[in-house]
């Protein structure tokens, strides 16, 4: 196999990070909370957007154009691992699950979350 094709193969075999992730104001006490398949991804597609103006939620948007992008951290939460099982590639319902606990953990935390978009 020649060098390029074995580098997509093993491309196409990597697994991305799954888990969640939080975004804090440090001005307020609000955050934003998303879990994903791919952390590192949507955390980069995340940065771009606010970034650039034009993340899907609003409130979000405005305060980190007001506050500006020092005023806020982003870090991962919770890591979800991969099943043993090789053939599993869906794992929308614990990252759905996982959004959920963290959600209720941070609400008992008295932190206030970004409205989602209506």
Not at 64 to 87: A, V
Request: aromatic content about 10%.
């Amino acid at each position: 196999m020649d060098r390029k094709k074995e580098l997509k193969l093993q491309y196409k075999q990597m697994k991305p990070p799954m888990g969640i992730f939080i975004i804090r104001s440090k001005v307020n006490n609000k955050c934003f909370l998303k879990s994903t398949g791919d952390l590192r991804g949507v955390i980069n597609g995340t940065k771009a957007r606010l970034e650039g103006g034009f993340h899907p939620n609003a409130e979000l948007q405005k305060e980190w154009k007001e506050f500006g992008s020092e005023n806020f951290t982003i870090e991962i939460l919770e890591n979800l691992e991969y099943d043993r099982d090789e053939s599993k590639t869906d794992y929308s319902e614990e990252l759905e699950l996982m959004q959920m606990i963290w959600e209720e953990k941070l609400a008992g935390e008295n932190l206030v979350f970004y409205k989602k978009r209506v």
